[in-house]
């Protein structure tokens, strides 16, 4: 069976795109579940400045405790290199740091241009090596933007060439608007596999704003990729992106997953239990997702023993 | 580009399952609005007995006025060879015979064991051949079934075989219970068309019970399969199987396959505005899909054009 990561990152995307705010022991409480369910790697929070996003204040502390859940892979997102020694200091196993494919968006994101972004991509690497954690960049509206509209591909392979160049340990193509197509995504990963080499692009950060989630992530498996982003119950997206909500379900991800054949390590019905403590903790958001209505085809055993 | 075709099998399948009623007149303005924006094929109704399925009452006065529409195909169901001759006389220009594969839902569904479908399968495609009708058999419960479980791939192989010995002049499978998952319907796509043949094998008809319905289509699409049946709104799904509820949604459809390059011959834009009548007609039910509400991306009409 072919292993495949699936990274909730729920904690992070979901909770940064909504109003309510959840209290450090519900976020504990979500964490530990679906650590307890099996989903192998959490993106616990953002080290961004807390007076931006209040609801990712408590990062810190929430890394400290994942880090105490045994087999759990800890990751963060990182803006900047300032984040980026935050996080080593709190001691993350990994971190993110999104690289903006449209100007536009970057420049209204992270207040950056490409050289300037590319700059720091370059120092929150050596802060992050330096700290032995390992340095992820996610290359944002990879498939278009809700500003710019089309990103050229030619100019998402030569920034995935430069952010390899500049530090990068592994990167990632991201939907962060809901635009990418089937075809696309195959077009796409191939690319930039072939400029940079076929381990260096292992994920894909999707968003399911126009359906298209799944059959997204169906391209991506034909290309090789890996590791695939997930919220539960689709909480979540880009607050500075507009329409850009919703990332793909955690909970219809790891049925197809799992009813494939791939080897998630993720016990579905277990994590489908945890979608209570979102209800519960964020009473009135909207969650997404079909298998929790569903719930596993009569024969799921039989497909997942395959 | 490649060709694609959407059928759309709302006012059939998708009404067959609600309870509300649709009367005649929106019935005709929908199928001429949906016409009208491209949709080249469209399955009418259903030629059971009335008293069976009240909704499906009008079928043959809707394709006496669906055949008033150029260039639009107009296909219906039929249960049986009664039916066959019900829909010959109407004037349909295709009619397809659902036959599942899962024979208690078969004894359930249209009362009659393997045995005696395959017999009804030659006794209708005899009498659609005899009035210049094209003749279609739908695998039904292809991919498993809500009583059964699983269902086997070498007796999906079988059937299928036998339905082509019968009459039949086209094949689909349908997952009419939303169990099929991507690997699934590249392996028993490629299996069945191995055996009957890659011209006789054209259809999948995919519900999104559990969210994998576009995945599902990719996985298909990869398979050479060319037609794609979809209800507008996602209305819809099997009376006869509990919680199989949802067909895929047409404008997510349509959306993904023009943004791919594909040839739909639909106008989206125009597609979406057909919903309003839905709407209109059928207050208070519940309808689905992501891009009515987000619309098409800021670069669609670049990607259709490539």
């Given amino acids: 069976m072919t292993r495949i990561l699936v990274s909730e990152v729920g904690p992070r995307d979901g909770l940064q795109s909504?109003?309510?705010?959840?209290?450090?022991?519900?976020k504990k409480r979500w964490i530990a579940a679906e650590a307890a369910a099996g989903v192998p790697e959490i993106e616990v929070g953002s080290f961004v400045p807390p007076s931006l996003l209040p609801q990712m204040?408590?990062?810190?502390?929430?890394?400290r405790f994942a880090r105490g859940i045994e087999g759990l892979n800890v990751v963060a997102l990182v803006p900047n290199a300032?984040?980026?020694?935050?996080?080593?200091?709190a001691g993350v196993h990994g971190?993110?740091?999104?690289?903006?494919?449209?100007?536009?968006?970057?420049?209204?994101?992270?207040?950056?241009?490409?050289?300037?972004?590319?700059a720091e991509i370059g120092e929150a690497s050596r802060i992050a090596r330096g700290g032995g954690v390992h340095f992820a960049v996610g290359l944002a509206t990879a498939f278009g933007c809700t500003l710019e509209g089309a990103v050229s591909e030619d100019q998402v392979v030569r920034l995935a060439e430069a952010a390899a160049s500049a530090g990068a340990q592994e990167l990632?193509?991201?939907?962060?608007?809901?635009?990418?197509?089937?075809a696309q995504v195959r077009r796409l990963v191939r690319r930039v596999k072939a400029a940079v080499g076929d381990d260096m692009l292992t994920t894909l950060h999707l968003h399911n704003t126009r359906g298209l989630g799944l059959a997204n992530v169906v391209a991506g498996l034909e290309e090789g990729i890996t590791t695939f982003d997930a919220s539960l119950g689709g909480l979540g997206g880009c607050p500075f992106a507009p329409g850009a909500s919703g990332n793909i379900v955690t909970e219809d991800l790891v049925l197809m997953l799992n009813s494939m054949g791939f080897d998630t390590g993720i016990d579905l019905r277990a994590l489908l239990k945890v979608r209570q403590i979102l209800r519960e903790a964020l009473p009135?958001?909207?969650?997404?997702?079909?298998?929790?209505?569903?719930g596993p085809m009569l024969d799921y055993?039989?497909?997942?023993?395959?």
Avoid: C, Q, W
């Fill in 18 to 26: 909504i109003k309510a705010m959840m209290s450090l022991e519900d």
């Fill in 57 to 63: 204040a408590d990062t810190a502390e929430l890394v």
């Fill in 82 to 89: 300032k984040g980026a020694s935050r996080a080593v200091e």
């Fill in 95 to 118: 971190m993110s740091l999104p690289f903006s494919m449209s100007e536009t968006h970057s420049k209204k994101n992270l207040r950056k241009d490409h050289p300037e972004m590319i």
């Fill in 172 to 182: 990632g193509l991201s939907d962060t608007t809901g635009y990418a197509d089937p």
């Fill in 284 to 294: 009135g958001e909207p969650l997404y997702g079909f298998t929790p209505d569903a």
């Fill in 301 to 306: 055993d039989e497909r997942t023993a395959a």
